[in-house]
């Protein structure tokens, strides 16, 4: 791409009269970034919005979100999923608490649990205008097609590249809306599969484009096939209340959480009718499941029968909710 500067400022033009309106962008609370930019890693904008607001309506400041229980927060966390990211809040909360005060400066933004170059980067640019760049998977998109950069964008060496590259285009005067403009690009007109380059504000001067490569780009080398993988649920009921297991502080995935049990959980119950079935994923896996009613049986270890009047505030795994919206109780 030549002449990055003059495509920063076009795209702070497009910006300015094209941008979504979105909660976080009403906003330059460093503490509202943070839960927002939290939220929305690897997560759909229309997903987050919801929780971004019922979450911030409980915990308007760290030190409340700090002091919390972790089954109440993770029950407001419940069905966005990556549930590390809210452990990672809480401690990040924590630290913030201790300090007194919100870090200022990149480098003890990055120091707080959980935060990383890109969270570090949005929240030194938006809410402290620091002329730092961000790079997600929407900015290497838009950046390899606009750079007809043919790297692997899971390369560090690529990485680099691109980030110098849209370090070049930044106005330092307004970092924080330079980085929101590049996001929302990727988000709305350089889309992963049909970019809209007609409606594009570097159009002319999208080296990708130009050559046609733009459908080509970016390269990812790394994709691996997804784990295909087959659970049977089931749903036990007694007396409008349901069975399910506790997932112990050392599991590995979703510790704290309340499950339905699999059958393998319960080997002696007695499968009933076929509920339904569905799709789940979880990063690499592909779940394929089918969900059972089965006679009440005597609750083993680890497992406690809950009334479905409570199941709204426990914090309850994405594929149960899924699962028990299957079956709705007499």
């Known amino acids: 791409m030549q002449n990055p500067r003059n495509a920063g400022r076009l795209l702070l033009d497009w910006y300015a009269a094209s941008r979504r309106d979105l909660p976080w962008r009403r906003t330059k609370d460093p503490w509202r970034i943070l839960v927002s930019e939290v939220m929305l890693q690897q997560t759909r904008v229309s997903v987050v919005i ?16 700090a002091a919390a229980p972790e089954t109440e927060f993770l029950a407001l966390w419940s069905g966005l999923g990556y549930y590390a990211r809210a452990r ?24 707080l649990p959980g935060v990383g170059d890109y969270t570090a980067a949005a929240i030194a640019s938006i809410c402290f205008a620091q ?60 889309l992963p599969k049909n970019p809209q380059c007609l409606l594009c504000p570097l159009r002319d001067l ?26 049977e649920l089931y749903i036990v009921e007694k007396d409008g209340a349901v069975l399910l297991r506790h997932r ?54 680890g497992f406690r029968w809950f009334p479905r009047t409570d199941l709204e505030n426990l914090p309850l795994t994405t594929m149960s909710r899924k699962a028990l919206a299957l079956c709705v109780s007499p």
């Open 50 to 65: 919801p929780y971004y607001e019922r979450f911030l309506e409980r915990y308007p400041a760290p030190a409340i979100l």
């Open 206 to 231: 999208c080296t990708g484009r130009a050559e046609g490569i733009q459908h080509e780009l970016p390269v990812k080398l790394s994709k691996r096939d997804p784990i295909k993988l087959a659970v």
């Open 131 to 190: 002329p730092h760049a961000v790079l997600d998977g929407n900015v290497l998109r838009v950046l390899s097609r606009a750079c007809a950069d043919r790297g692997d964008i899971a390369s560090s060496a690529t990485r680099v590249r691109l980030k110098e590259q849209a370090q070049r285009m930044l106005d330092p005067r307004r970092p924080g809306d330079f980085n929101q403009a590049i996001m929302e690009l990727g988000a709305t007109i350089c």
């Open 248 to 301: 112990g502080p050392t599991e590995s995935r979703l510790a704290g959480f309340w499950e339905l049990p699999e059958s393998r959980d319960l080997p002696t119950a007695e499968r009933q009718a076929n509920l339904g079935s569905f799709r789940h994923t979880i990063t690499r896996h592909d779940y394929e499941i089918d969900v059972y009613s089965a006679l009440p049986v005597k609750a083993p270890k």
């Open 88 to 111: 990672n809040l809480q401690r990040a909360s924590r630290a913030i608490a201790g300090l007194g005060e919100f870090p200022k400066t990149y480098d003890d933004i990055r120091k």
